[in-house]
């Protein structure tokens, strides 16, 4: 999906053109981004997806450890890199 679509998406959803991309070589692809964390909270709701107030990046890493994920492996950044050389 490029940003044009999710862009377009997020502009439909918040009730007209709110968001855009911003020109070559600007820091910010979103031109509002209250109505982008208006529309991602709307979307956890929906999902479920409630924020811990205990979640650390040491306790992120002791998970993973515990599910086999070896670290020196790489998998996460090799998955996302795949991603994006997809589209």
Do not use: W, Y
Not at 55 to 80: F, V
């Amino acid at each position: 999906m490029t940003h044009g679509r999710i862009l377009s998406h997020f502009n439909n959803r918040c009730g007209g053109n709110r968001m855009a991309i911003a020109e070559r070589g600007s820091t910010s692809l979103l031109a509002d981004k209250g109505d982008l964390r208006r529309l991602m909270a709307e979307q956890n709701k929906l999902m479920g997806v409630t924020r811990d107030p205990t979640a650390t990046g040491e306790r992120a890493q002791a998970m993973s450890l515990a599910l086999g994920i070896r670290p020196e492996e790489n998998s996460l950044s090799r998955g996302i890199i795949e991603m994006r050389d997809e589209g």
